[in-house]
């Protein structure tokens, strides 16, 4: 299975419906996206996902932590 947002066959299974057969949860393990099996094809399909928020696998190590963590006080 590929991830929608970073394209990366890196999906598994995270947890299933509390009813046997109504949804299942997936993740990403290489960007942590995360969604039920019962969303629209825009948040589960790798074509249709909106291309605003893809996003490249290699960047992840440089991207932004939000909110920022502030240097340290020392002292
Ligand atoms: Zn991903």
Request: charged share 20%.
């Amino acid at each position: 299975m590929i991830c929608p947002r970073c394209d990366a066959e890196n999906v598994r299974v995270l947890t299933t419906s509390p009813v046997p057969g109504r949804w299942i949860m997936y993740v990403c393990d290489t960007c942590v996206y995360t969604r039920r099996s019962t969303e629209p094809s825009y948040a589960t399909d790798p074509a249709t996902y909106p291309a605003a928020f893809k996003i490249d696998p290699a960047e992840i190590p440089t991207m932004a932590a939000i909110p920022p963590v502030p240097p340290r006080r020392d002292g």
